[in-house]
């Protein structure tokens, strides 16, 4: 499972291509030694093509893909929460997939939607375990993310939060921290170092007098890295649109916000967990 930033949006070719229709106009023109009044008045009363029919990226071609990649994982969550054993094997194949996804020069369909289903899988079986123990925890988890995604589209609309070069540095600096506690803290619950089941995260702290658990702390720093990754997100996709790329990398920008949702959902629910189990 990726967990958070999108080195997807990093690809050097993804964003930059010429438009295609840019390229088949001047070829036609160039193309034409010779053309009559007539046909010329003609061509400038045609409708200017669309993006649709030039090749480019629109938004709507990425919220389609976006949803038929969220459709993906709703069927395979619900695959892995009827069978909870398979919650191993699809972080595996989860992780596998988003790593060959974010590195691939060009965008594949096929590992993009596979990848979806793969963390659905994940995901649906660590709901399940989560819910068993805290009823309820998943579906407030579910509402959870898409609250912070409509308010985090909602500012980036508005023009008041933007991912600028020294905004994007803090978060690289704040992954790069983050990414380095949850291995270490992995690895101390699987040496059995830290016998809670959070491990670190379990762990408390007093402000003004009332016990914080660490993981809400930790989390919720969590959870203002994925916001500001979905505003990554939406920065790289209004300038691809604007730039007129390849309409396949509508799925490269679908990858992206898969990858930020299923982190933030992640998140929000370890958060709910580790609350509901101070109770």
Do not use: H
Request: charged fraction near 10%; hydrophobic fraction near 55%.
């Amino acid at each position: 499972m990726a967990l958070g930033g999108n080195p997807v949006f990093n690809n050097p070719n993804a964003f930059r291509k010429e438009p295609r229709g840019a390229a088949a106009g001047s070829a036609v023109l160039a193309g034409q030694s010779q053309i009559s009044s007539e046909q010329l008045q003609d061509l400038y009363n045609r409708p200017s093509a669309g993006p649709a029919q030039t090749g480019r990226m629109t938004y709507d071609d990425v919220i389609m893909k976006t949803l038929a990649c969220l459709a993906l994982v709703l069927v395979g969550a619900v695959v892995g929460w009827m069978v909870p054993a398979l919650m191993v094997p699809g972080m595996i194949i989860g992780l596998v997939l988003g790593l060959v996804n974010s590195f691939k020069r060009q965008p594949s369909k096929g590992l993009i939607l596979a990848y979806a289903a793969a963390e659905g899988v994940f995901v649906g079986a660590l709901s399940m375990v989560i819910d068993a123990r805290y009823p309820g925890v998943a579906p407030q988890a579910v509402i959870g993310t898409f609250c912070v995604f409509g308010v985090t589209l909602l500012l980036f609309k508005s023009g008041k939060v933007r991912a600028t070069p020294k905004a994007m540095k803090f978060f690289m600096i704040a992954m790069l921290g983050y990414l380095v506690f949850s291995l270490v803290n992995f690895a101390l619950v699987m040496f059995g170092v830290l016998d809670s089941q959070w491990g670190a995260y379990g762990a408390s702290i007093s402000i003004m007098g009332i016990n914080v658990p660490i993981g809400v702390l930790i989390g919720l720093v969590a959870v203002g890295l994925a916001a500001f990754s979905l505003i990554m997100d939406f920065t790289a996709i209004e300038e691809g649109v604007r730039a007129g790329v390849d309409a396949r990398f509508a799925w490269t920008a679908a990858f992206g916000l898969t990858v930020t949702l299923i982190w933030l959902y992640v998140e929000i629910l370890r958060i709910l967990a580790i609350l509901r189990g101070q109770d």
